[in-house]
Protein backbone atom coordinates (compact mmCIF):
# COMPACT_ATOMS: atom_id res chain seq x y z
CA UNK A 1 0.00 0.00 0.00
CA UNK A 2 1.30 3.50 -0.83
CA UNK A 3 0.72 6.84 0.44
CA UNK A 4 -0.71 7.78 -3.44
CA UNK A 5 -3.47 5.07 -3.37
CA UNK A 6 -4.50 5.87 0.17
CA UNK A 7 -4.94 9.66 -1.37
CA UNK A 8 -6.95 8.42 -4.15
CA UNK A 9 -9.28 5.98 -2.37
CA UNK A 10 -10.28 8.79 0.04
CA UNK A 11 -10.94 11.71 -2.98
CA UNK A 12 -13.32 8.60 -4.55
CA UNK A 13 -14.64 7.72 -1.22
CA UNK A 14 -15.29 11.79 -0.34
CA UNK A 15 -16.61 12.32 -4.05
CA UNK A 16 -18.40 9.16 -5.08
CA UNK A 17 -17.42 9.43 -8.61
CA UNK A 18 -14.38 8.44 -9.89
CA UNK A 19 -14.07 11.24 -12.42
CA UNK A 20 -14.74 13.91 -9.90
CA UNK A 21 -12.20 12.28 -7.94
CA UNK A 22 -9.73 12.18 -10.80
CA UNK A 23 -10.13 15.96 -11.66
CA UNK A 24 -9.92 16.97 -7.63
CA UNK A 25 -6.12 15.06 -8.06
CA UNK A 26 -5.11 16.71 -11.31
CA UNK A 27 -4.94 13.17 -12.72
CA UNK A 28 -5.99 11.06 -14.85
CA UNK A 29 -9.70 8.55 -14.08
CA UNK A 30 -7.66 5.06 -15.56
CA UNK A 31 -5.05 5.64 -12.77
CA UNK A 32 -6.87 6.42 -10.51
CA UNK A 33 -9.48 3.43 -11.19
CA UNK A 34 -6.10 1.12 -11.72
CA UNK A 35 -4.47 2.27 -8.37
CA UNK A 36 -7.73 1.25 -6.19
CA UNK A 37 -7.81 -1.95 -8.25
CA UNK A 38 -4.80 -3.12 -6.94
CA UNK A 39 -5.38 -2.04 -3.50
CA UNK A 40 -8.29 -3.95 -3.40
CA UNK A 41 -6.89 -7.03 -4.84
CA UNK A 42 -4.14 -6.21 -2.64
CA UNK A 43 -6.76 -6.08 0.51
CA UNK A 44 -8.52 -8.84 -1.07
CA UNK A 45 -11.61 -6.92 -0.68
CA UNK A 46 -13.72 -4.48 -2.42
CA UNK A 47 -13.69 -1.28 -1.42
CA UNK A 48 -16.43 0.42 -3.68
CA UNK A 49 -19.72 -1.13 -5.34
CA UNK A 50 -19.70 0.57 -8.77
CA UNK A 51 -22.77 0.36 -11.38
CA UNK A 52 -22.62 2.71 -14.39
CA UNK A 53 -24.44 4.66 -12.82
CA UNK A 54 -23.34 5.51 -8.95
CA UNK A 55 -20.30 3.83 -6.86
CA UNK A 56 -20.62 3.79 -3.41
CA UNK A 57 -18.47 2.61 -0.44
CA UNK A 58 -18.86 -1.34 0.65
CA UNK A 59 -18.94 -1.93 4.26
CA UNK A 60 -14.75 -2.66 4.08
CA UNK A 61 -14.45 0.54 2.52
CA UNK A 62 -16.49 2.64 5.03
CA UNK A 63 -13.83 0.66 7.38
CA UNK A 64 -10.92 1.52 5.67
CA UNK A 65 -12.14 5.09 5.34
CA UNK A 66 -11.62 5.52 8.42
CA UNK A 67 -8.28 4.72 8.54
CA UNK A 68 -6.91 6.14 5.55
CA UNK A 69 -7.99 9.25 6.68
CA UNK A 70 -6.43 9.09 9.96
CA UNK A 71 -3.31 7.99 7.93
CA UNK A 72 -3.87 11.30 5.52
CA UNK A 73 -3.92 13.65 8.89
CA UNK A 74 -0.76 12.05 10.08
CA UNK A 75 1.15 12.66 7.16
CA UNK A 76 -0.03 16.14 6.79
CA UNK A 77 1.21 16.38 10.67
CA UNK A 78 4.79 14.77 9.79
CA UNK A 79 5.20 17.29 7.20
CA UNK A 80 4.35 20.64 8.76
CA UNK A 81 6.46 19.19 11.68
CA UNK A 82 9.36 18.68 9.11
CA UNK A 83 8.66 22.13 7.34
CA UNK A 84 8.77 23.50 10.83
CA UNK A 85 12.07 22.22 11.91
CA UNK A 86 13.30 23.55 8.82
CA UNK A 87 11.94 26.52 9.32
CA UNK A 88 13.96 26.25 12.60
CA UNK A 89 17.46 25.23 11.39
CA UNK A 90 17.32 27.91 8.54
CA UNK A 91 17.17 30.79 11.51
CA UNK A 92 19.57 28.37 13.81
CA UNK A 93 23.73 29.20 13.39
CA UNK A 94 25.13 26.09 14.59
CA UNK A 95 28.77 26.72 15.83
CA UNK A 96 31.33 25.32 17.77
CA UNK A 97 33.39 27.25 20.44
CA UNK A 98 37.01 27.00 22.37
CA UNK A 99 37.63 27.78 25.19
CA UNK A 100 39.34 31.10 26.55
CA UNK A 101 36.41 33.07 24.48
CA UNK A 102 35.63 35.48 27.70
CA UNK A 103 34.41 38.65 26.53
CA UNK A 104 34.71 38.35 23.12
CA UNK A 105 31.80 35.85 23.05
CA UNK A 106 29.43 38.00 25.05
CA UNK A 107 30.22 40.63 22.75
CA UNK A 108 29.82 38.95 19.37
CA UNK A 109 26.68 37.73 20.13
CA UNK A 110 25.67 41.12 21.11
CA UNK A 111 27.33 42.29 17.86
CA UNK A 112 25.30 39.71 15.82
CA UNK A 113 22.23 40.21 17.61
CA UNK A 114 21.93 44.36 16.39
CA UNK A 115 23.04 42.35 12.60
CA UNK A 116 20.31 39.73 12.79
CA UNK A 117 17.82 40.07 15.40
CA UNK A 118 16.02 37.04 14.41
CA UNK A 119 18.93 34.78 13.77
CA UNK A 120 19.16 32.18 16.99
CA UNK A 121 23.08 30.79 17.68
CA UNK A 122 23.47 27.30 18.62
CA UNK A 123 26.69 26.56 20.72
CA UNK A 124 28.32 23.57 20.72
CA UNK A 125 31.61 22.64 22.46
CA UNK A 126 33.61 19.92 21.52
CA UNK A 127 37.43 18.97 21.22
CA UNK A 128 39.32 20.71 17.94
CA UNK A 129 39.66 17.18 15.65
CA UNK A 130 35.62 16.92 16.68
CA UNK A 131 34.30 20.52 16.05
CA UNK A 132 36.42 20.16 12.45
CA UNK A 133 34.69 16.92 11.71
CA UNK A 134 31.27 18.47 12.71
CA UNK A 135 32.00 21.74 10.47
CA UNK A 136 33.05 19.38 7.78
CA UNK A 137 29.95 16.61 7.81
CA UNK A 138 27.61 20.15 8.14
CA UNK A 139 26.42 19.10 11.59
CA UNK A 140 28.16 22.96 12.52
CA UNK A 141 28.20 25.94 9.88
CA UNK A 142 31.43 26.80 11.76
CA UNK A 143 33.99 26.72 14.47
CA UNK A 144 36.28 28.93 16.43
CA UNK A 145 40.10 27.80 16.11
CA UNK A 146 42.95 28.72 17.43
CA UNK A 147 46.00 29.05 15.48
CA UNK A 148 47.36 27.65 11.89
CA UNK A 149 45.15 24.54 10.34
CA UNK A 150 45.32 23.35 7.16
CA UNK A 151 42.53 20.55 7.46
CA UNK A 152 41.39 19.19 3.85
CA UNK A 153 37.41 20.28 3.27
CA UNK A 154 37.69 23.47 4.97
CA UNK A 155 38.49 27.04 5.02
CA UNK A 156 39.98 29.00 7.83
CA UNK A 157 39.16 33.17 7.94
CA UNK A 158 40.74 34.96 10.52
CA UNK A 159 38.36 36.94 12.81
CA UNK A 160 40.66 38.37 15.27
CA UNK A 161 44.34 37.61 17.12
CA UNK A 162 43.73 37.15 20.94
CA UNK A 163 46.58 38.26 23.18
CA UNK A 164 47.61 36.29 26.34
CA UNK A 165 48.28 37.46 29.66
CA UNK A 166 50.06 36.14 32.76
CA UNK A 167 48.52 34.96 35.73
CA UNK A 168 50.88 35.49 38.82
CA UNK A 169 50.54 35.60 42.53
CA UNK A 170 48.55 38.47 43.64
CA UNK A 171 51.50 38.92 46.37
CA UNK A 172 54.55 38.34 43.81
CA UNK A 173 57.16 41.37 43.55
CA UNK A 174 55.93 41.08 39.72
CA UNK A 175 52.70 41.33 40.01
CA UNK A 176 53.24 44.93 41.27
CA UNK A 177 53.98 46.35 37.88
CA UNK A 178 51.32 47.22 35.42
CA UNK A 179 52.84 44.47 32.98
CA UNK A 180 55.55 41.94 33.07
CA UNK A 181 57.99 41.35 30.99
CA UNK A 182 58.59 37.65 29.87
CA UNK A 183 62.39 37.20 30.85
CA UNK A 184 61.46 38.50 34.44
CA UNK A 185 59.48 34.72 34.81
CA UNK A 186 62.54 33.01 33.68
CA UNK A 187 62.92 31.30 37.05
CA UNK A 188 59.51 30.22 37.89
CA UNK A 189 57.43 27.63 36.82
CA UNK A 190 54.90 27.49 33.94
CA UNK A 191 52.13 25.85 34.36
CA UNK A 192 50.43 24.83 31.18
CA UNK A 193 48.60 22.35 29.68
CA UNK A 194 49.73 19.16 28.20
CA UNK A 195 50.86 19.75 24.78
CA UNK A 196 48.99 17.17 22.67
CA UNK A 197 46.28 18.90 24.62
CA UNK A 198 46.49 22.69 23.33
CA UNK A 199 49.60 22.37 21.15
CA UNK A 200 48.91 25.84 19.27
CA UNK A 201 48.78 27.65 22.91
CA UNK A 202 51.84 25.17 24.50
CA UNK A 203 54.01 26.42 21.14
CA UNK A 204 52.86 30.26 20.98
CA UNK A 205 54.52 29.93 24.81
CA UNK A 206 57.00 28.32 24.51
CA UNK A 207 58.92 29.92 21.36
CA UNK A 208 57.60 33.41 23.13
CA UNK A 209 59.66 32.10 26.35
CA UNK A 210 62.43 31.37 24.03
CA UNK A 211 62.48 34.41 22.07
CA UNK A 212 62.76 36.35 25.13
CA UNK A 213 66.07 34.43 25.82
CA UNK A 214 64.72 31.39 27.74
CA UNK A 215 63.25 28.32 28.07
CA UNK A 216 60.42 27.56 30.39
CA UNK A 217 61.01 25.37 33.53
CA UNK A 218 57.75 23.26 33.25
CA UNK A 219 56.01 23.24 36.55
CA UNK A 220 52.85 20.95 36.83
CA UNK A 221 50.28 20.65 34.15
CA UNK A 222 47.02 22.95 34.18
CA UNK A 223 43.84 20.90 34.90
CA UNK A 224 41.20 23.28 35.89
CA UNK A 225 40.74 27.10 36.49
CA UNK A 226 39.74 27.00 39.68
CA UNK A 227 42.26 24.29 40.89
CA UNK A 228 45.32 26.18 39.02
CA UNK A 229 45.00 29.20 39.91
CA UNK A 230 44.31 28.41 43.78
CA UNK A 231 47.70 26.36 44.09
CA UNK A 232 49.87 29.31 41.86
CA UNK A 233 48.38 32.00 44.53
CA UNK A 234 49.16 29.79 47.85
CA UNK A 235 51.91 27.37 46.88
CA UNK A 236 54.91 27.70 45.65
CA UNK A 237 55.30 30.82 43.00
CA UNK A 238 54.55 29.80 39.68
CA UNK A 239 53.18 31.66 37.22
CA UNK A 240 50.74 30.61 33.85
CA UNK A 241 48.92 32.25 30.54
CA UNK A 242 45.27 33.20 29.81
CA UNK A 243 43.86 35.05 26.94
CA UNK A 244 42.83 38.87 28.03
CA UNK A 245 39.53 38.05 27.10
CA UNK A 246 38.84 35.22 29.17
CA UNK A 247 40.95 36.68 32.19
CA UNK A 248 39.31 39.84 31.74
CA UNK A 249 36.04 37.73 33.63
CA UNK A 250 37.91 35.01 35.47
CA UNK A 251 36.98 35.02 39.32
CA UNK A 252 40.61 34.85 40.77
CA UNK A 253 40.75 36.23 44.47
CA UNK A 254 44.44 36.17 44.98
CA UNK A 255 45.84 35.82 41.39
CA UNK A 256 47.55 38.81 39.30
CA UNK A 257 46.10 39.08 35.51
CA UNK A 258 49.41 40.89 33.71
CA UNK A 259 49.70 42.16 30.35
CA UNK A 260 53.21 41.38 28.85
CA UNK A 261 55.22 43.91 27.67
CA UNK A 262 56.02 43.72 24.02
CA UNK A 263 55.76 41.29 21.89
CA UNK A 264 53.47 39.95 23.91
CA UNK A 265 52.53 35.88 22.78
CA UNK A 266 49.21 35.95 20.65
CA UNK A 267 47.24 33.17 18.99
CA UNK A 268 45.27 33.99 15.78
CA UNK A 269 41.63 32.92 16.19
CA UNK A 270 40.02 31.32 12.83
CA UNK A 271 36.74 30.52 12.13
CA UNK A 272 36.56 26.95 10.21
CA UNK A 273 34.01 27.00 7.64
CA UNK A 274 32.87 24.71 4.47
CA UNK A 275 34.51 26.13 1.66
CA UNK A 276 32.44 28.39 -1.14
CA UNK A 277 30.25 31.64 -0.65
CA UNK A 278 28.89 31.47 3.37
CA UNK A 279 24.45 31.60 4.15
CA UNK A 280 23.30 35.01 5.10
CA UNK A 281 23.36 33.41 8.44
CA UNK A 282 26.93 32.88 8.24
CA UNK A 283 28.10 36.13 6.80
CA UNK A 284 25.90 38.01 9.33
CA UNK A 285 28.12 36.26 12.05
CA UNK A 286 31.28 36.55 10.04
CA UNK A 287 30.66 40.57 10.37
CA UNK A 288 29.66 40.27 13.66
CA UNK A 289 33.13 38.43 13.84
CA UNK A 290 35.09 41.33 11.77
CA UNK A 291 33.35 44.20 14.44
CA UNK A 292 35.65 42.70 16.98
CA UNK A 293 38.64 42.84 15.81
CA UNK A 294 37.77 46.90 14.02
CA UNK A 295 36.76 47.70 17.05
CA UNK A 296 39.03 45.98 19.59
CA UNK A 297 37.31 46.76 23.06
CA UNK A 298 39.70 48.20 25.73
CA UNK A 299 37.97 44.89 27.93
CA UNK A 300 39.59 42.59 25.83
CA UNK A 301 42.57 43.19 27.75
CA UNK A 302 45.65 44.69 28.74
CA UNK A 303 44.50 46.79 32.15
CA UNK A 304 46.29 45.24 35.56
CA UNK A 305 43.98 43.72 37.84
CA UNK A 306 43.36 40.95 40.61
CA UNK A 307 40.42 38.70 40.69
CA UNK A 308 37.88 37.57 43.57
CA UNK A 309 38.61 34.08 44.49
Do not use: K
Amino acid sequence: MELRQVRYFVAVAEELHFGRAAARLHIVQPTVSQQIRRLEREFGLELFDRTTRTVTLTAAGQTFLTHAQALLRAERAATEAMAALQAEQASTLRVGTTVGLGLRLDALLTALTERAPQLMVELVSADRATRLQQVRDGELDAAFIRGPDHSPGLEFLPVWTDVLVAALPAGHPLAAGPCVALADLAGLPLRIAPRDAHPQLVDAVVHACRAAGFDPVMGAAFTTDQDTLAAIAAGRPSWTVYFASQAAIQPAPRIAFRPFTDPAPALQTNLAVRPGPPSRRLAAFLDACNSLERAESPGFARAPRQGLL
